[in-house]
């Protein structure tokens, strides 16, 4: 599957921005899918999942302020991001892993498709 983002750009903290990631050529379904993000000197970080029953999960620190959500179509997987910080500032990553079903439900494989990212900047 080929991952497609948008939707980057440079807000004020305090502010809001939706983060795109359309799959190219076909649609989301049988993947888990993720929004991950690396800053300038430092590691690649998760940011938020979900599965293909719709289970989310998210890193403490945008608890509350960031949603990942994904259309009806299963085409498109959005991040919705409120009240962001400056230390939100980084290059987002939009990423698919196979779903698998094992030991009596659905897992992901590991994330090994990747997007080109968009850049998020936060900053007065």
């Known amino acids: 599957v080929q991952l497609v983002e948008s939707g980057g750009g440079l807000v004020q903290p305090g502010g809001s921005l939706r983060l795109s990631c359309a799959a190219s050529?076909?649609?989301?379904?049988?993947?888990?899918l993720g929004w991950f993000r690396q800053a300038p000197g430092k590691g690649r970080e998760e940011v938020a999942t979900?599965?293909?029953?719709?289970?989310?999960s998210y890193r403490d620190s945008v608890k509350g302020r960031f949603t990942i959500s994904q259309d009806n179509g299963k085409s498109i997987v959005y991040l919705q991001m409120v009240s962001l910080k400056p230390e939100d500032t980084a290059m987002y990553y939009c990423?698919?892993?196979?779903?698998?079903?094992?030991?009596?439900?659905?897992?992901?494989?590991?994330?090994?498709?990747w997007g080109q990212g968009t850049q998020v900047t936060v900053s007065s």
């Open positions: 990423a698919a892993a196979t779903e698998y079903f094992s030991l009596g439900r659905y897992r992901c494989s590991a994330y090994s498709y």
């Open positions: 979900i599965d293909g029953d719709g289970s989310t």
């Open positions: 050529g076909s649609t989301f379904a049988g993947y888990c």
